[in-house]
């Protein structure tokens, strides 16, 4: 690692900022957080509670953890001694543009700018800014929740320097992130574009009365998502093609593959369409409370993670 990262900025603190700040904390970090919220002491605390059991599962030392978590009054406060900087607020164009210009200002000269945006790239909200503050900014967007789910995809603009990139993946990688460094801005990224390709067919399946929601939440997680965890959709189809591999596969159904695609579903998702999707998905899940589901996603991760950990330990 060419640099140290002692010091983490968190701006925002809500689904995701909380999950960073615990992680980042459970890493040694000293983490100021931010966020207006007027429950934010609460909140915090609530977090550090509910996370530190999961990241001790994943073998870190969590005593001490409410010590380095600190709150701070605004954000020229909370980024004063930062050596990293992430940003976790409304997923806004504006509210960007606005933030990073004051974190520019008011951080550190050294200070990685890092943005857990979804779909917003760093260029759309740097623009306004001189050559070298841009350089400084980047995109690293996490999968939620990020202190358990290991993907950060590290997204640079049209002005980040290559520095601010090496920095960004060793950062991440210090506090047991898998970073993948994306070539191009492309909105939505890669990981929501995938997301978002198969829960427009998720939707239209349901519909078109296929499926209801938690029948396609069966057929998922006891088929692509268990595969998924093992070998992403290239190795899978390479292996789907047997020993003839990808070219097998490719030559084989290539031709039944594209007129799949092509008679893809697109949901209508109007109005009263919509409604009924709402009232079918609440229907399933709607009589469990946030914290039970949550805790439930939480055990059944730990135990994804912990699985493939064990036979990653068997193979070496
Ligand atoms: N929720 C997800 O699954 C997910 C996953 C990856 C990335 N993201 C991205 O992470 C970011 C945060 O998403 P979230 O789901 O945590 O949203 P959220 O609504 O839970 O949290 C946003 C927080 O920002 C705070 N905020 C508003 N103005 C602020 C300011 N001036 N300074 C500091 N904090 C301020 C709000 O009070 C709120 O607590 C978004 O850019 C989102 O696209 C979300």
Known sequence: MNRAFRTAAVIGAGTIGLSWATLFAAHGLTVRV?????DLAEAVDEALATYAPHLAARGLGVTGLADRVHLADGVTEAVRDADVVQENGPERLEFKQDLFATLVRAAPGHALLLSSSSAIPSSAFTRELPDEAAARVLIGHPFNPPHLVPLVEVVPGERTGE???????????SVGRTPVVERKEIPGFVGNRLQN????????????????PE?????????????????????GSHLGGGPGGYRHMAEHIGASMKQMWAGLGTPSQ???????LIEAVEKAYGSSTYPELTGARDRRQLAVLAALDGADKEEN
């Open 215 to 235: 029948e396609l939440d069966t057929v998922m997680t006891n088929s692509l998502g268990l595969r998924w965890a093992t070998v992403g959709p290239f190795l």
């Open 270 to 276: 109007n109005e009263e369409e919509q409604q009924r």
């Open 163 to 173: 520095d601010a990139v090496l920095d960004a993946v060793d950062f991440y990688t």
């Open 197 to 212: 390709a198969l829960s427009r067919e998720a939707v239209y399946l349901v519909e078109q009365g296929v499926v209801t």
């Open 34 to 38: 931010t966020d207006p919220r007027p």
